[in-house]
């Protein structure tokens, strides 16, 4: 998993079938627990499919890879990073 923060919806004029009545984010990914406040992040930006809703600004859980498709097996998405939770807080102890 990795911590990201969404910046943004993207749009598309044209997309693989597969993709259809998807929603696709923006995320910019934290590279350091200690930047997790920071505006903007200053990490990469990556696009990731949203399977849970989420809004601007939210701090996010993403995978990426195979593990990013892997929640729609056996059907074969074009997917390489996902959103697969919003986070409400985190908290090292």
């Known amino acids: ?9 993207v749009t598309l ?3 693989h079938p597969a993709l259809g009545g998807s929603t ?3 995320v910019e990914l934290v590279n350091r627990i200690e930047d997790l406040n ?9 696009v990731a499919w949203d399977l849970c809703g989420c809004g601007l600004g939210d701090l996010v859980a993403m995978a ?3 593990e ?3 929640p729609f097996a056996p ?3 074009p997917l390489d990073a996902s959103i697969v939770a919003i986070l ?3 908290r090292l102890d």
């Open 1 to 9: 998993m990795i911590l990201a923060r969404t910046v943004g919806t």
């Open 13 to 15: 004029s044209r997309w």
């Open 24 to 26: 696709l984010k923006a």
């Open 38 to 46: 920071r505006q903007p992040l200053g990490g990469e930006t990556v």
């Open 64 to 66: 990426e890879g195979p």
């Open 68 to 70: 990013a498709a892997q």
């Open 75 to 77: 059907n074969v998405k």
């Open 88 to 90: 409400d807080e985190v």
